[in-house]
RNA sequence: GUGCCGGUGGUCUAGUGGUAGGACCUGAGCCUUCCAAGCUCAUGGCCCGGGUUCAAAUCCCGGCCGGCACACCA
């Protein structure tokens, strides 16, 4: 615990991130990433751009944060996302007071569909009594309690909108145009990065828990009856679960196991889900979260959301706590139907039949000007009642009346003038409503996870030293270069130089002349600078190349290259394809008296 | 949202009913040929509002924020 002190400490006098709104007493739930954080929650969003949208070739979208209330009625956030909460006047405690009506009267299983006043009611006419201390609950107010922010759309009164809750909404409801845009074809993929946001009750512990959080999402489109995932690609992945029926069982543990034997053996359910935990297990490698404090969790079954058929989190282990890291849901087709449902477009795609069928197909073309002057208003649905009938039930045609019902109201028709008969069709296809499989991340908890899991402290020559031991490409300065001392222009002017040929490079470069040497790795280490470059007068005496020396972060160690090399074998090992330690057997090691332990 | 505890420079912290010290950091200068060295100088603070009092950073009340516990986490 003193270790996230720490950090937390380092965190704020750093500028990673810290409470907002600081000057007008703070905000709760709220977050600013301050220059280092910024830097490195963005690098974290571009290696997640790199893998979920870039290499698995899905499309990006950005979508607004403020959508209109009828997405949400669609989306059964409006509802599901609420609580009653009810407030014990004796002790203080807060119920759910749905719950509380659920388990106490005999036939009501959804309380929360009945609305704060009946509940309100409920609570009297059962004289329902606080759970912890067994006061009365009767009159006491019932609160509803939406997670949504609420605002108005438009002047005066305006038409009500909310902050998105997921950023996986703003997807679904564009839905019918990015399938033009996948001209039409599955399995198709759109991600998004933004802000999300939830009114939480009580916002804790720092940055895990917020108001506003970044999201980075993957809906991939899928035919269900025909895509599979190439799990080829992750077959050989290993990986730590935590299935369900571990956690239930009293000496459960993790399972070990690759990708392809877990799927073989059923432990991961969906091929689709399997696929994209092993996906993020390699993406959460890259960005170094340590592996040993990792692990995909299944959720249990009262757990799940209301459109989840099977749901594993990624996990990470901070101060000896889990926290949900990612969440990977199968959600099937519940989205877009809900959006087909309730709104005006169509949520499916066309799928061609391999070859194209013959149907005989009951319809009817009733005759108007019979049915107007008989019916009045009710013609036209009486029409579509026959049309209806047609489909279930042809036979019903066969005499020389038909009747149907509509409203309550029966209308008898001639035969003759519904006009019926069976006629043969071509259908090249159908329209299916794809399934959704949902990768979801959360950036800032990913960004604390690396910050938690790269703090480490040693001792350099007798003093304590701490440093975030960031993977380099994460890293919000790549290098840092130093003359060794600042009272010889010599080497302020060639470092200088070598700090503007690297940013030249594309390389994110801090240049440092202030305080002692020690202390500028010091205050690289701090922020995770992986790697320091030093000019100093060795490197320029002889009449042989110009030389620099080359520090590492985690080791401390240096070794000493041309400067003409610095670049080139710093974009290696930003980009993973060298180690400082094959750039060790290259060059020589720098003689210093510096010990690590 | 409830309960308990807390809030003093950027960070960590001492302190008293009479408006505050330290350490580290930071900046300027000196020194310095590789790991928070030293010297000089400097910047910078009592969370906000109300009350009690001659006087409040200190006591009281409320708010805001934070930590912990409970509740909550679709």
Request: aromatic share 10%.
């Amino acid at each position: 615990m003193a270790e996230q002190n720490e950090l937390m400490e380092l965190a704020k006098r750093r500028g990673f991130f810290f409470g907002s709104n600081g000057a007008y007493g703070g905000t709760a739930g709220f977050y600013t990433f301050g220059p280092e954080g910024a830097s490195l929650k963005h690098n974290v969003e571009s290696a997640w751009r790199d893998q979920f949208t870039v290499r698995l070739g899905n499309d990006e979208i950005e979508a607004p944060t403020i959508m209109p209330e009828a997405v949400f009625e669609a989306s059964g956030h409006l509802d599901g996302f609420d609580d009653m909460l009810v407030e014990c006047a004796e002790c203080g405690e807060s119920h759910r007071a749905d719950h509380l009506i659920e388990d106490a009267v005999e036939g009501i299983e959804d309380a929360e569909a009945l609305g704060v006043d009946r509940v309100e009611e409920l609570i009297r006419e059962h004289d329902l009594a606080c759970p912890t201390c067994g006061a009365d609950l009767a009159g006491e107010p019932v609160e509803d309690f939406n997670l949504m922010f609420e605002t108005s759309i438009g002047p005066g009164s305006g038409q009500p909108g909310y902050m998105r809750p997921e950023t996986a909404q703003g997807i679904f409801v564009e839905f019918p145009r990015l399938k033009e845009y996948a001209r039409g074809q599955l399995p198709f993929g759109v991600t998004q990065i933004g802000p999300a946001y939830r009114n939480e009750i009580s916002p804790r512990r720092g940055i895990i828990r917020v108001r506003e959080f970044t999201q980075a999402e993957l809906e991939q489109f899928i035919d269900p009856e025909e895509d599979e995932p190439p799990l080829g690609e992750v077959d050989d992945v290993e990986v730590t679960l935590y299935p369900a029926t571990e956690q239930n069982a009293d000496d459960g543990d993790y399972v070990d196991t690759t990708i392809g034997e877990a799927v073989e053996e059923g432990i991961i359910g969906s091929p689709w889900v399997a696929y994209y935990l092993g996906i993020a297990q390699e993406w959460y490698e890259r960005v170094g979260v340590d592996m040993d404090r990792f692990r995909f969790r299944q959720h249990l079954s009262g757990e799940r959301a209301h459109y989840a058929a099977d749901c594993w989190d990624a996990e990470s282990e901070i101060s000896g706590n889990w926290i949900e890291i990612a969440g990977f849901a199968y959600r099937g087709d519940y989205d877009l139907t809900k959006h087909g449902e309730y709104s005006e477009d169509r949520f499916t795609v066309f799928k061609r039949y391999d070859e194209p069928i013959t149907v005989e197909k009951a319809v009817v073309d009733p005759d108007m000007s019979a049915l107007g002057p008989e019916f009045g208003g009710a013609a036209a649905d009486v029409a579509e009642a026959l049309q209806e009938l047609a489909d279930e039930d042809p036979e019903a045609f066969e005499g020389d009346e038909v009747t149907v019902d509509v409203d309550g109201k029966s209308y008898t028709v001639d035969t003759e003038v519904a006009n019926f008969s069976v006629e043969e069709q071509t259908e090249s296809g159908e329209h299916i409503t794809p399934h959704v499989v949902e990768p979801s991340f959360g950036v800032g908890r990913t960004v604390y996870t690396l910050l938690e899991h790269g703090y480490s402290e040693d001792e350099v020559d007798g003093e304590t030293r701490s440093y975030l031991s960031l993977a380099p490409e994460m890293a919000p300065t790549n290098v840092a270069v130093f003359p060794l001392v600042s009272n010889d222009s010599e080497l302020v002017e060639v470092a200088t130089e070598v700090s503007g040929s690297l940013r030249e490079a594309g390389i994110s470069v801090t240049y440092d002349d202030s305080g002692s040497i020690g202390r500028r790795y010091r205050r690289q280490d701090e922020v995770g600078t992986p790697f320091c470059v030093t000019v100093d007068h060795e490197g320029l005496e002889g009449d042989g190349k110009q030389t620099v020396t080359l520090r590492e972060r985690d080791s401390a160690t240096q070794i000493r290259l041309p400067v003409d090399d610095v670049a080139g074998e710093l974009e290696a090992m930003l980009a993973g394809d060298r180690s400082f330690d094959e750039l060790g057997d290259r060059y020589d090691d720098v003689a210093t008296d510096v010990t690590t332990t």
